[in-house]
Every structure is written in C-alpha cells, then in structure tokens.
C-alpha cells in the first residue's frame, strides 16, 4: 500500500493551499457538505449564468483529501456547463468507487485523476465525493445540506 | 495445560502483558505488511480465545433456546446463561441477579431506563442532568424523553481540561432535578469523574443517578454498592467480550416499579387477550429470545478479565497511559486534547500538520489503529472548536512499544504533511 498514490503531491498541496477558497461575488446558489464521519465541512457558492458555471468558489475545513478534492473540482467546473460539470463527476465517482472502466477514462479527467488512489482507501471515498455532492446540491437548490450519509 | 488453569495461576503473578497478549488471536496479524497495532479498544476489545471459544462452544454443543424447554440442552444453555447473569451481578457487586438484566449493549440499557423509567415517572418541568462530555448514547435517549414529556434537559460544562467539577455540577443540580446521567469515564477525553461524590449530592436532592460505565468497566473498578448508583450501564464488547450484549443494573426496588420495555415472550407469566401478567425481575425486562451466546461469551469475558489482579492490571494500563501522554506531547505540533489529571486509556490529539483523518489513515498504512472523528461526542468537539479528533485507546494488552509504534507513524505525518 503506497500512502503516495493517495496523497499525492497535487493533492497535498490543494489541501494546503485551495484554490477558489472565497465566496464569489455575486453568486446566485448555495451548497452545504457536510461528512458527519469526520467533520469535513463545505460550503460552496457560485454563479449560474444560464447553463454556465461563471463562477465558482468555496469556504471549508476538513481533511485534506475532502479540501483538495473540493478545491481541484472547483477548478474543473469553473467556465463548464451544468452537463459537462455532471458528465466530470459522474466520471469522477466511477473512478474513486474503482467501478470497472473506470480505469481507462482518465485523460478525460485531467487534474481530477489524481484521486485515482482513493479507490484503495474506500474509507476515504466519501471525503472525496464531498466537494462533488456539495456542487450537486447547489445545482439543484435543494434546501438541505449535502451530506455524504 | 488447560486454558482455565493458565487462568487461574495468573490471579497471583504481577501483570504479565507479553504472557497475556498471546490470548488474543486478532493481536497476532499483520496490516499492510506491518505488525498490527492495535490501539482502539475505546472502540472495541479484541478477544481472548476464551471468549471465542465460549460464543463458538454455544453453537457447537448448547445450542438451544433458554428457559423454554426440558430437554438436556435448554437446561445447559439455561444454566450457561444465568450463570453468566450471576456473573456479572459479582463483578458489579450488585446484590441480587434480579437487578441485571440484559440488553444489547450500554445503549440500550440507557434507553431502557429513559423509556421505562423516566417516560413514566417525569413530569412537565422536571429536570434531567447530564454533562457536556457525554456519549451521544447519553444524551439522545434523555432528549427524546424530555421532549415527549416536557422535561428539560440540563447541561453541566466541563472543563477546558475535560474535567466535570463538584462546583459545576452542584451549580446545575436543582431541586427539579430527578435524574443525573452521566459517564463514569469519558470515551473522547479519557477522564475519570468523581463520580462517587456527585452522586451523593444527586441523592441529597432526590434525583436517581444512571452511571453509563461503558468506557469504565475495564479500567476502573465498579462496586454499584459503594457508589450508589441507581443504574449503571455497560457493553460486553468493550470489556474483551462479545459485540450486541450489555448490561443494566438497576436498583431492585426501582426495576419492580417500572413498566416493561419492549413487550413479547418471556418477558411475561401469562397471556390471555383480556389480560398479560408480567414476568418477574429481571425478565420482565428482557422479551424474545435474547443473545445467548453474547451473554455466555460475556461471562467469560468477566472471568477472563477478573481472574487478572486488577490492581496490577491497572498499575499497567496506567504506566503505558503515562508514556503515551508524555511521548505525544513531546511530538512536535501535536496538542493533547483531554488533560483531566484523573485519566484511563484515551489520549486523543490534533496534529497541526495534518486533519485527524490523514492521520488516521498514515497511521494505518504503518499499522497503526487508531480512531478518528467526533467519537460520537460532537458536543465536546464543540468546546474545543474542533471538528474531530485523532485517538489512541489502550487495552489491556498494550505495552509501550505500541505506543512507540504510534508515534514513529506520526513522524511520517510529520515528513509527508510539513
């Protein structure tokens, strides 16, 4: 078991220093995470200009892995539309979960490849995903917070 | 040599921990390619081939249902059963078998005592007190109580040491009080209360007293005589035993007045559709079928634990306690949280370099067990203003290489995290 392929040098440093770590202004929606396992919490605010994400940041305090993977998700769906951020965590979640090929799709995912190592630590899936469901709720505008339960 | 007589000639002979970390099968495996180190009993107990043998012994030879028949093997499992019950009522102290019953755990028990005897006996304006380093299991079951009769529920605060002072609580006692529950040793801090006293000043004001001893009951001695509780409250799997049995001792004259818990067989002498008569104590308390084999394997788990010297027992988990806080602190940027001087088994951290969780699983991959979150007491995370912890739990069979062992993996938190 290599701590490396899960805490690789991209995601130590997401961890430590996240980026799009602010509220943007103006946003119009909201997404609370909340991991109750561990206390990874997140709140996420961004702008929707029809189906674009224009606009992406976030506040949070938690493990590294639920920080980084916040923060390079962020990154990721920034400019995108609804549907491509939607297709990227599908692609996402099939990867942490070590679904069967999932494997092969990593190009598609850039940056996000990095969790690929998740899928050895399935205790760790849920700080993975956190960020990603977060995101979800704010989409929809759904009233109550994401949890990963 | 027969395993009860490697038992019995240990009662005399000073703890021998390297002797007796044979006994537990799970102890000897490797984790990622490290020897295991197990430092989570505050979670679970790893067993004792006693015990294992006596949950599997059940299965294979006794198993039948209890009570309910003649036949050879209900009268073995009958027997194994309310000996085990006998058992626990010695290592409790409690004077009659009729005040232990049977539960699936600590937090049944606790439910049990909130649905039967406080849902009956509070009333709108009573008060409940409990304190704010609870096990959640000590603290949903009151709530749900108080809110369904209108009772409120009382808070004592701790310490920023993790300690619940005499001050505190008599500050929060009132004269509406009628029920104190609190932890006779906290499962996040490790803190020993002073229970004995709080309880007298709970006495004092009339209020009855639940104990929830399940981090206690293998660390520190319990006697329900000399402290006077009114209930006390533990779990077999954290006393080396099996997982989905517990106890709760009750004060007999308090059991006889209390309504049934759950309703079913056994838990009655007769059944006709105008009228149940219930059962006597304590089986007007345990209805269905329960964990016979949970029960029997706790037995032995008290008679493998009690067939120790307690006291040298203690004097051990006390000295790797010891070496643990002082190794921890001496660990750059790491910070104790819980520092009540009267401490068993549980030192949990925060490191600066790395959330609990990190930690959690760099340590695995070394070997290490250990606990990370809010150990199901977010309102002491709350205090300190912190999501969760790291927390490495001792049991009997750990020695201060464990703790070694430990802190070694921290050091690579250190060189990956800093």
Redesign the interface.
């Known amino acids: ?1 290599d ?1 490396r392929e ?2 690789q040098e991209v995601i ?1 440093d997401h ?2 220093n996240p980026r799009n770590h602010h509220f943007p202004e103006p946003h119009n929606r909201e997404g609370r995470g909340y991991n ?6 997140i709140t996420l605010r961004l702008q929707l200009d029809g189906a674009q994400i224009s606009d992406i940041g976030f506040v949070g ?6 920080q980084a993977s916040c923060s390079t998700m962020t990154e990721a769906v920034k400019g995108k539309t609804v549907q491509d951020a939607e297709a990227l965590f599908s692609k996402f979640h099939a990867m942490v979960m070590g679904e069967d090929g999932a494997a092969d799709d990593f190009d598609s995912l850039g940056k996000l490849a990095v969790f690929a190592g998740v899928r050895e ?1 399935p ?2 899936v849920k ?1 993975a995903t956190l960020g990603w469901h977060t995101l979800n709720q704010a989409l929809r505008n759904e009233g109550s917070e994401a949890t990963t339960e | 040599m027969t395993q009860a007589s490697t038992v019995a000639a240990s009662k005399d002979a000073p703890f021998d921990v390297l002797r007796v970390r044979r006994d537990f099968p799970a102890l000897h495996q490797e984790v ?2 490290k020897p295991l180190v197990y430092l989570d009993s505050a979670a679970t107990t790893l067993k004792p081939q006693v015990v294992i043998d006596a949950v599997a012994d059940v299965y294979a030879r006794d198993c039948a249902n209890i009570h309910r028949a003649v036949h050879l093997l209900s009268q073995r499992a009958t027997a194994q059963y309310e000996g085990a019950r006998e058992t626990a009522r010695a290592f409790l102290n409690a004077n009659s078998t009729h005040e232990v019953i049977f539960t699936r755990g600590t937090t049944e028990s606790i439910n049990l005592v909130a649905q039967s005897w406080a849902r009956t006996f509070l009333q709108e304006g009573d008060e409940v007190l409990i304190t704010e380093l609870e096990h959640h299991s000590n603290i949903v079951p009151w709530q749900i109580v108080c809110d369904q009769v209108g009772a409120e529920l009382v808070v004592v605060p701790m310490t920023d040491r993790g300690e619940i002072t005499r001050e505190a609580f008599e500050e929060q006692l009132s004269s509406r009080t009628r029920l104190v529950a609190m932890a006779h040793v906290s499962n996040a801090l490790g803190t020993v209360l002073p229970v004995a006293g709080l309880i007298e000043l709970a006495h004092e004001k009339g209020a009855v007293v639940l104990l929830d001893g399940a981090q206690a009951v293998s660390h520190v001695p319990v006697d329900v005589q000399e402290l006077d509780c009114d209930f006390y409250a533990f779990s077999g799997h954290k006393l080396y035993g099996p997982t989905g049995i517990g106890v709760l001792y009750g004060r007999e004259r308090l059991l006889e007045g209390m309504p049934p818990y759950q309703g079913g067989g056994d838990m009655i002498r007769s059944v006709t559709f105008a009228e149940t008569i219930y059962n006597d104590l304590p089986y007007k308390f345990e209805a269905g079928t329960p964990n016979i084999a949970g029960a029997i394997g706790l037995g032995a788990a008290i008679e493998y634990f009690t067939s120790f010297d307690l006291h040298a027992l203690h004097a051990h988990e006390s000295a790797v306690l010891r070496h643990a806080t002082e190794s921890l602190e001496s660990v750059d940027g790491l910070r104790l949280i819980g520092t009540a001087p009267d401490k068993v088994s549980a030192a949990s951290f925060l490191m600066d370099a ?5 930690i959690g ?2 340590v695995d ?1 070394e070997g290490v067990a250990i606990r ?3 150990h199901c007491a977010q309102p002491v ?1 709350e205090h300190f203003e ?3 912890t790291a927390r490495a739990s001792l049991g009997l069979y750990n020695t201060t290489e464990d703790v070694d062992a430990l802190v070694r993996a921290l050091q ?1 938190v250190q060189e ?2 800093g």
């Open positions: 078991m701590l899960l805490y130590l961890g430590k109750p396992l561990c206390g990874d919490k305090q938690g493990c590294a892995i639920s630590f205790m760790r700080c | 990622h390619g790395a959330h609990p969780h990190d699983t760099i991959s990370t979150g809010h995370m912190i999501a969760a690579k990956l995290f």
